[in-house]
């Protein structure tokens, strides 16, 4: 502590305080040299950096008390672009004459105890400048504490407020103080920092937790000697670094590194003087931002001439575009931001008159950025320069472009206000939405957002939802979910459906609006989220869609365990299935995300779904589900997502709501990219349904009497039709429509009108005159900023720039000959002969920049990345139709070579704004990065060696260094290889050449092995060398199809000759083996011949063996017992089998396959190809091909095509296809052949052998005899289930399709094939057969064979029901439309069905139902206000079921006379005979069913009524799902929630449920015979309740005798039962509706009445 002591003495002596701070003494000059060196590059040696120095003289005087003077002195700028062991800083003299006046004029600092204060500089002094000063202040910054020597705090700098650790030591023998401090740029209090583009990123904590990708720390070394009245810096060094890695850290990082150098010279006694003139305040030691936020990285431009950069994009894009037209449109872009606001206004007067600048300078204004490109399309605008779809598009555009600042928000607040922004709906929901994502894009670069940017859109909302304006409101809820500020909550919560608010009456889309629309306030407050949604999805009074989505929300805030175990523990006890199903697949799909940010909700969900029963897993397709998928490569920080929501609420075909959206991660953040939503609530409904009888009023009145029986029947709402589609981007909504059922009928009249016949006329007059379109549309893509101060004052820049520009030039000529008359019509063009020219040239490039260094408006140097990919795919066709000779033909001229390319560099750059010509650009990966990097690897080599050898001299050494050979580079640093793959018919050969030099020769990590240069090309280039002129396709249809063809068609029954003696001897001494294997193939060919035709009957023969008798109950208990096994062996030979698979394989019989072709040859009267019903499909295929192998040798071709390519030499090559039909044996004949001397040809054969069977044989090689395969599908019955196979049998294939088959088997994922059984069984030999059985409508067996392999799969549930009966020929109509309209109703029907007493519902729960008597049970009706439909059954006293069925304006009743059943319609009875009876005006039909009848009325939602002397099914049609009530149920899917009585109350008593749909009489005088009532029943016993006497009266209806009634039949019924005191006054047995909602305190069991027996005394 010598110095330290020496310091105090002298304090001692003169009797003046001492401070730890530097002294600059009054009347000196305090002269020190600087130096200042910024490296941007990768960490490795030998690899090229880029960089920049400064160096100068800093003088600093004392101005007054405590305000200093600070100028530089001869400053210097140098710049660097290079290896650093081989290059050098070279002296920017342009750029240092430029900038030294602005360093002449000194300029004022406060410092006060080593602190830093405010800056002072008069108004020449530029920002970047007084940012250098900055950076040397910066050094002079010190906060010494007397009393530690090493301590930390939070201390200002030039990059903000960071944790600074101090350490303070002495040299004793120097008399010096030695100072250390170190700060840590990743925790600061307060950082200096932009970022410009990053706004819909969010950071991902669990990313950055291991690994950051941006790291740095500045460390600061002090050489200090004690002086009079302080401290003196002698010397300082200042070291930072700065890394950034777009994965992992291990993965490699490139670096920025500065390097600041302060040596004391010499103290002046001259201070300095200020200049004459004003000093104003520029804020303090802190980095202030200037024009580099406007400044790309990417180039720098000193000539400011818009109007050039746009004529060289107009003329770049005129053929295709090319390569630098997206960095020319880059360029645009910053000429523009640095032009004034009078300059946009010059250049549009100069475009708005010419269409393609016009487009290309509206396309760069809003990538400009700033306010004035909106302020520019808001004026514009106004005074009708811009088009609406311009607007639009501008603004959809700025909405993403432009920074978010209060400016900006003005604008857009100035825009919703605007009367001609309101005047337009969609430019409305433009400005409105873009509003609300400037919002969001405003708060999130903000540490406290001000609420009040929101009240306009509140105030909105409030005056909305007081009008009652639905479509404002949902508007206005979508603006508040883009901002997503956290003060919208309230406003939001308002109109939820919760208990408490008025928003209850709102329509449902306007809930579902507001719940979606907190899912951006989740990102910002998720706990307050989390309570809102939890407590959404708890109500169970809520609509299951609803919450649904409050769980979507709910997920969105990655919730803990404890929060998503509560979840599971609802789900546990949920009774909606739809609501279960949708969580459980929503927690089961999240445990397999690998993506860092979802790790721990992964976990929860692991946990939590072990807490639920695994029946939920098994819930069909038909109910919600939610599925999450994602790929993360956690080294590399890098993956992507998809979430998919198929939202249901009754189990119908098509999903009430459907939402996906994909999400990226890159380097530890997370983009949701896009999403998609789509809702069709009632729109199945509005399509298929019949709306003629619905609004009628006396069919209406009608059932409204008929259903006044039902006590206390509480309706469904009906669905509204609509359907709405949304788009977000990046988590912001962009655009939605709505379409309810007005705007669906007016596109359906619009399609309908004659006018389209009126549009397809002026369309074809137009493209007679010529049409000649050129649309070209540049794309700013992306452009990511983040600027940070170095510690020399200088800005660091990382970004990433995608620009892309997309053309295309179409030019179409029209001809007609003979010429069309001016008013034709459309059936003229089928006797003309029309000639069409279209040129098109589609084209396509896209330039991305990556950059770290440092980016100024004078100077520019870093590390750049730079990929091009562009795409260019010109075509000229010619089309000739002559529609009237069937002759087509089309010509496609030039074949392109070059048809995409993509390439990638790295490469250091240094640039300066005066000397742009001396711009340095050096690859990364060079020459001399290459030696140096082997020198040094040889050197290290050498002195391992040196070091283990001491016997051998330096001299050698030396030598041997000298002479070494230099160090090649591995094949994974550096690869260069072409793939082409050869079409010979077409003489064209398609080729993808990869290259890649890459520095994995240093580091192989993955960074090392991005940069360097890359290159992807893929081209088109003909076999033979010689260019191709033209390719040319014709068709010819008819009888001139033969004079069409080119080569000869002869199809010789000679087989392929075999190898001549001479050369199997040749063979047999060259390669023994081959011979060995030629003849064995060769034997097994020849004997395996006819294998074909046999291969059939063998089948049968295997099958008829092993098939004796079949148990469905035996095959599912294998399913059951059965484990899933990888089906890769099924193509091999292995003999080996487990236990397990043995013991299966005598457990499976299966039934013979029964042909109904064969059946169909027995029936036939008439002449038939096949003679006789034992023949196999082999022999019967073979009997009508031998007659005639070639239709040709009889025949003229159906259709003939001929493919052409024309070389430049005129040779031609190509093939030609020929098609023969033979009606009478209705077989087709399909041959293929090349337009060369080859003898391949493909030869296809096709025999439809009856309606149930078609067989086809497949032959191809050399004149279709090399290879052969005969393919047969045919239907028959297994068993008593209708069939389906398809066989595939063969006598030769490629070796190809054997190996391509294992491979594909083994890549089938293990959990597609559970549940599955497999067998070893001796199938027939070449030969694989696929058979469907359809055990029900809904339900299929699949059974697959290989040669040595079974496969099971049984009881696959299908989503849509299967038309079995329509596939027989019996659908009930017989127009096609009407056919056609009754399949699709059929697919997704619902049915329920009693037999006797037992009733199977919609959502098949079977239970016994004891039928009163004489008294109608509403079966099912329609529970909505339509009421379309209804049907009731009762049981007479004898026994007999009746059935009436009200539906449109008729009622049609169904009885039982002994052995015939009746039919009444409107009370007429309509014989059998007189059936089927079609009803005037509704698509209703009556019609025998077999022993039955059976009642259609699919168009009203009730698809089938079939009555029989045994049986009751009734159908309801898809989209009545969830609409239905009754006995039936609601068919939702819903089993938990099924005996549901007429007030939609839930019980679990089925004898309670089933009378409560008793539609009982109000006296004796009611015309009906029924004689019964529903009552609240009083318990006659004395019952204690809760220690007090009370009276108990059924919450539940009981089903009683009328007055002066008895019963003659009772039941036993458990109801409940709620209880007042005894002593109350109330009395609950006044009627129904005073109990119907009151809770059940007890259940007890009554007597309920089935029949009465009536007195005089009945009134």
Known sequence: MRAV???????????????????????????????????SGMPADGLAKAGIKFSSKVFISADSENVYLLKLVEPEFYEFSGISSKDHFIRAEKLTASMAPQFATPIKFEYVNGVVGKIFAPEGVSTMVLNIYRGILNVFQMNIKKTHNVYELQEAGAQGVCKTLYAISEDEKAERILLTKTRDLNNCQEKIIKDLGLA???????????????????????????????????????????QFSPFTEINGATQMQTRQILVFHEVQNVPLVAVEAQYFHHGSLKYEFSNEIFQMPIQLFKVNNVRQT??????????????????????????????????????????????????WFLDAIPAIGT????????????????????????LVASTHLVTANSETIKIFEALIDNNKIKENAVLSQIALLGFGTMVSKYCKEQAHCPSELLKPIQDLLAEAVTKQDIQAIILLLKVLGNAGHPTSLKPITKLLPIHGTAAVTLPMTVHADAIMALTNIAQTEPRMIQDLALQLYMDKALHPELRMLACIVLFETRPAIGLVTTLANIVKSEENLQVASFTFSHMKSMTKSTAAIHASLAAACNVAIKILSPKLNRLSLKYSKAIHMDIYKSPLMLGAASSTFFINDAATTLPRSFMTKTSAYIAGAAANVLELGIRTEGLQEALLKNPTLINNLDRMSKMKRVIKAISELRNIPARTPLASVYVKLFGQEIAFANFDKGVIDQVLAYISHPSIETITKSAFRYMMAGVSLNYVKPLLASEMRRIMPTAAGLPMELSLYTAAVAAAGVQVKFATSPAIPENFKLAHLLETDILLETEVKPSLAVNTFAVMGINTAMIQAGTMSKAKFNSILPAKITARLDIKEGNYKFEVLPVPENVAAVHFETFAVATNIEDLTAAKITPIISDQAVQSVSGEMHKSETDSSNAASTSQSSEIAFQAGAFSKPIIKPRMSKFDKKYCAKVFGFGLKCCLKVATDNAAFIRDIALYKLVGKHSVTLSLKPIGGEPIERLEMEIQIGPKAVEKLIEQINLSEEEITEVKPVLKKLMKILAPEMTNVTSTSSSSSSSSRHGISSSS????????????????????????????????????????????????????????FQKNHNKQAVNSQGPSVITSRSRSSGSSFEAVYRKNKFLGNDLVPTFSIIIRVILADKKVTGYQLAAYLDKPTARIQVILAPLSDENFKLCADGIMLSKHKVTAKITWGAECKQYDTL??????????????????????????????????????????????????????????SLTLVATSSRTINIIWKTP?????????YLPISLPLEELKGLAPFDGFIDTAHFIITKAGTAECSMKKDALTTFNNKRFRNDMPLSCYQVLVKDCTDEMKFMVLQKKDKTGQNHVNVKVADIDIDLSQNNTEIIVKVNGVEIPFNNLPYHHLTAKILISQNRDGVSIYAPSL????????????????????????????????????????????????????????????????????????????????????????????????????????CFPVMTTALTVGFHCLPADSNSNLSVGLSSTIDKSIDLRETIVAHLACSCTAQCA
């Open 371 to 394: 306010a004035a490109s909106l302020r520019f399309i808001k004026e514009k605008f106004m005074i009708d320069d811009l088009r609406v779809s311009e607007v639009a598009q501008a």
């Open 5 to 39: 002591v020496l310091a105090l003495s002298l304090v001692l002596v003169t009797g003046q305080s001492f401070h730890f701070a530097p002294e600059f003494a009054p009347g000196k000059t305090f002269v020190y040299k600087y130096e200042a060196v910024m490296m």
């Open 1271 to 1328: 393919i047969t599908a045919e239907t028959g019955l297994v068993g008593p289930s209708p069939a389906v196979r398809l066989r595939v049998a063969w006598n030769k294939l490629p070796s190809a399709f054997k190996e391509n088959a294992q491979k594909v088997y083994k890549k089938i994922p293990a959990f597609m094939t559970t549940g599955w059984i497999k067998t070893k069984d001796e199938n027939s030999v070449k030969q694989l």
């Open 1501 to 1604: 939602g009730l698809h089938e009524v079939f009555f029989d002397k045994d049986s009751l099914k009734v159908k309801v049609v898809d989209w009545m799902k969830g609409q239905t009530c009754g006995l039936c149920g609601k068919a939702d899917g819903e089993v938990r929630q099924e005996f549901r009585t007429p007030n939609q109350r839930v019980t679990k008593n089925i004898v309670s449920f089933a009378h409560s749909w008793v539609m009982v009489a109000d006296s004796c005088r009611d015309t009906s015979e029924c004689r019964m009532r529903l009552e609240t029943v009083q318990l006659e016993n004395q019952t204690i309740f809760q220690g007090q006497e009370s009276k108990c009266f059924s919450v539940e209806p009981v089903l009683r005798c009328l007055s002066g």
């Open 1097 to 1152: 009957s063998s089948a049968t023969r295997h099958g008829s063996s092993s098939s004796r008798s079949s148990s469905s109950g035996s095959l599912r208990r294998s399913l059951r017992s059965s484990s899933a096994s990888s089906l890769a062996s099924f193509f091999s030979g292995s003999s080996s089998s487990s236990q397990a698979s043995t013991h299966l394989s005598k457990q499976i019989v299966v039934d013979k």
């Open 310 to 359: 746009l004529n060289d994009l107009v003329e770049n894009t005129l053929e295709r575009v090319r390569e630098d037209a997206p960095q020319k449109f880059l360029e645009l872009i910053q000429l523009l931001r640095s032009a004034r606001y009078e300059d946009l206004e010059i250049m549009w007067n100069y475009c708005k008159k010419r269409p393609v600048y016009r487009q």
């Open 1348 to 1356: 040595t392999r079974s496969v099971y799969s049984l009881a696959w």
């Open 200 to 242: 819909y990123m969010v950071k991902c904590d669990n990313c950055q937790q291991n690994s950051k990708n941006l790291r740095g720390a500045t460390a600061f070394n002090y050489v200090l000697k004690p002086v009079a009245n302080g401290i003196m810096i002698l010397e300082a060094t200042v070291n930072e670094l700065i």
